[in-house]
C-alpha cells in the first residue's frame, strides 16, 4: 500500500507559478510510475503529466504541455509538478497519483493506469 501526501497548493495570480510536491510513503518510490492529475468542479479528472520511474521519460496533456513541468527525485521520494503562467482555468484540485511498475521507461496516462492517489490539493488561479 502507498499512501501519497500533496503539497504546494494555493491562491495565485494569473500568470504566476506554482510547484506542488508529493511524498509517497514506503521505501520503493523509485518502483512506481507516477503522474499528476486535476480535476475542476464539475469536471472529469483529467490527465496532465506523467513521468517514468527513472525520471527519463515524461509526457504531458495538451492543455499544459510548454507550462508545466514533472519531475522526481528518487532519492527524496518526491515527484514534483511545477507550474508556470498559470491561467483562471488551472483552478481545480490536483491529484498525485502512483502505480508500481516493472518497466522503467513506461509512462501512464490513463486515470485507469494508476492504483493509488491522494488526497488533493487546491490551486486557484485569479484573473
Known amino acids: 500500500q502507498v499512501h501519497l501526501v500533496e503539497s504546494g497548493g494555493d491562491l495565485v495570480q494569473a500568470g504566476g507559478s506554482l510547484r506542488l510536491s508529493c511524498a509517497p510513503s514506503?521505501?520503493?518510490?523509485?518502483?512506481?510510475?507516477m503522474g499528476w492529475f486535476r480535476q475542476a468542479p464539475g469536471k472529469e479528472r483529467e490527465f496532465l503529466a506523467g513521468?517514468?520511474?527513472?525520471?527519463?521519460?515524461?509526457y504531458y496533456a495538451d492543455p499544459v504541455k510548454g507550462r508545466f513541468t514533472i519531475s522526481r527525485d528518487n532519492a527524496k521520494n518526491t515527484v514534483y509538478l511545477q507550474m508556470n503562467s498559470l491561467k483562471p482555468e488551472d483552478t481545480a484540485v490536483y491529484y498525485c497519483?502512483?502505480?508500481?511498475?516493472?518497466?522503467?521507461?513506461?509512462?501512464?496516462?490513463?486515470?485507469?493506469?494508476?492504483?493509488?492517489w491522494g488526497q488533493g490539493t487546491q490551486v486557484t488561479v485569479s484573473s
Open positions: 514506503g521505501r520503493t518510490f523509485s518502483s512506481y510510475v
Open positions: 513521468i517514468s520511474r527513472n525520471g527519463a521519460r515524461t
Open positions: 497519483a502512483a502505480r508500481r511498475h516493472t518497466s522503467s521507461i513506461v509512462v501512464l496516462t490513463t486515470f485507469d493506469g494508476y492504483d493509488y
